[in-house]
Structure formats: C-alpha cells, structure tokens
C-alpha cells in the first residue's frame, strides 16, 4: 500500500497562478494539501493585497480534502520559506510532494511521484522525483518510461524525510573545493567552472536560492535524481518568477497525458546524453556560458550592492 503523500504548495503573491494550480488540481483531488504561502514585503501595501488575494484563492480548494494552510506574517524569502516548508512537512508525513504556484500539474503528476517514493523510499542512491522534464526526445535514450538524472528540477518534485536530511544550506561542499569533483558529474570542465561561478553566488548571497543548495547537497553525496522521459507539468512562471534574471532557453513540452504505468514498466538508468543536453542548454555549462557566467554574477553583484544602500538609506 502507498503511504498517504502530503502535497505541499508553495505561494507567495501572485493570485492568477495560484487559481490556475488549484483548477489543475481537480483532476486528481489531493486528498491531503499543505499550503504554505509567504509573507507581505514590509511597507508594501500592493504586496500585501497581492498575497491576501493568494490567501483566499485557497478556498478553491472545494474536493473533499483535508487542507492546512500557514500563512505567514511576513516575508521571509523564496529560499527560507521552500526549505522550512518541505523540512516540516518530512519531519511529519516522511514524505512529500512539492509543487510551486506557476506550475499547472498534468493528471499523471501526482501519481507518478507517489509511485516513485513507494518505489526508492530505501533506496539512498535516490534523493529526488522529479515531475518537470524539458528534455525533447531526440535527446533521450529513451522516449518511454523514465531515467536516472544527475539534475534534479525545483518546481513540482518530491523527497522523503531520509534524503532531505542531506539539504546543507551553508554550501560546506563548496568550501572544500569540489571542483575535480563538478567535472566528474557535469563531464566537462566549462560545465564545471560555470556550476562553480553558480555556486559561489549562492554562497556569496548575490542569489537567494535553495535550488541550487538542494543540488550540491545531493551532488555531495554521490545522490541521484529519477526523472520521467516525458513532461508531467506545465510551468507558467517565466514571465514573472522571483528570481528570474534571463528567459528559458529551451521549448517547453507538452503534458503526458497517458497512462502512469508506461512511466514506471522499466528499471531507470542514468542518461549521460540527456544529462550532457541538460548542462548545455539548461545551466549553460559551456565556454559561452562560463563567460556569460561572469557577467550575470557581476550583474548580481551590482544589484546586491544596491539593496545593501537602500538598507542603509532606510533606517
């Protein structure tokens, strides 16, 4: 029997997403929803609006569901609210499913992750379930079932208590120098120098992410990512995320919207070619990128400047 699996939805203030997450929901009607919604800017008053609306866009939830909500009082950031959020959730239930409110879940979505947990629950080479693949399939081994990935993605996932107990949200793996390691799991060195300019950008405080925190703790670790061949989600943040400083560059994919079990009839393997296309095209590890690299940090660094000199203006 699968063991009940939470799903966690993470928001912040943008009410139109969230409306769209809940109508995508009600093919599947998860019975257990945790909802998690981040806090008004200080002194913002069009923000406050903004995340009441999110607020009350909750009560969409109209299946028979049990739903808990925490909605907090203040702001406290993308980065902080996703790692307590899922930290609460696996302290509780052993297990969860994650989904942000800019992503639409396909019927397959839910499903799969639940099959996937009961599947590698005991399984510690396996830290992640992915949901979003953006993949095409001509860069696949396989067009049919699923894979084994370096690259886990942070928009609709799931992970249970034992593998999030790895999340080091201090970087220590950067501080001892993982850079012969970066080459063995990325395959090139560009990819390598571009993972390190990313990370040391986390580290440094020019981005505020647990994304990429989640990645080194599990690269740390020698963990894996399961992933479908196919799209099980449809994202429609890029027009305005958090954290968004450039445009994708890949086409999304269609949502699977075929049987669940053509998902799980093979043993996965690790896709080396899919995980090369991924490094490529998705986090620019190329020489290109290492370039560009230089420049989105001194960008960042630019920005982070300015908010230190608002700070200081503003007390």
Request: hydrophobic content about 45%; charged content about 25%.
């Amino acid at each position: 029997m699968l063991r009940p699996t939470p799903l966690l939805i993470l928001a912040y203030n943008r009410p139109d997403k969230m409306a769209g997450l809940i109508d995508s929901l009600r093919a599947t009607k998860p019975q257990l929803v945790l909802v998690v919604v981040d806090g008004p800017k200080p002194g913002d008053a069009a923000d406050a609006a903004r995340v009441q609306a999110v607020r009350d866009a909750v009560r969409g939830i109209d299946w028979e569901a049990e739903v808990r909500t925490r909605f907090r009082p203040v702001n406290v950031g993308l980065r902080a609210s996703v790692t307590d959020a899922v930290s609460c959730a696996v302290g509780e239930y052993g297990q969860v499913a994650v989904i942000e409110e800019d992503v639409e879940p396909g019927p397959a979505f839910l499903p799969y992750v639940e099959a996937m947990l009961e599947r590698y629950r005991d399984d510690r080479r396996i830290a992640h379930v992915s949901g979003y693949n953006v993949v095409p399939p001509a860069q696949l081994a396989s067009t049919t079932g699923s894979r084994l990935t370096a690259y886990p993605e942070s928009i609709a996932w799931a992970t249970w208590d034992r593998a999030w107990a790895l999340y080091d949200d201090d970087l220590g793996w950067l501080q001892r120098r993982p850079a012969a390691q970066l080459r063995a799991i990325t395959g090139r060195r560009s990819a390598a120098i571009r993972w390190l300019q990313n990370l040391r950008d986390a580290d440094a405080g020019r981005i505020s992410t647990w994304a990429y925190r989640w990645i080194a703790s599990m690269w740390s670790a020698g963990a894996l990512c399961v992933s479908p061949n196919v799209n099980l989600v449809r994202y429609v943040g890029h027009d305005e995320g958090t954290h968004t400083l450039t445009t994708a560059s890949w086409t999304e994919l269609p949502v699977y919207e075929g049987p669940v079990d053509a998902l799980l009839a093979d043993e996965p393997v690790l896709d080396r070619a899919a995980d090369a296309w991924v490094n490529r095209v998705v986090f620019r590890g190329t020489p290109i990128g290492v370039i560009r690299g230089v420049l989105v940090t001194a960008v960042l660094a630019l920005r982070q400047a300015r908010r230190a000199r608002r700070a200081v203006a503003a007390r």
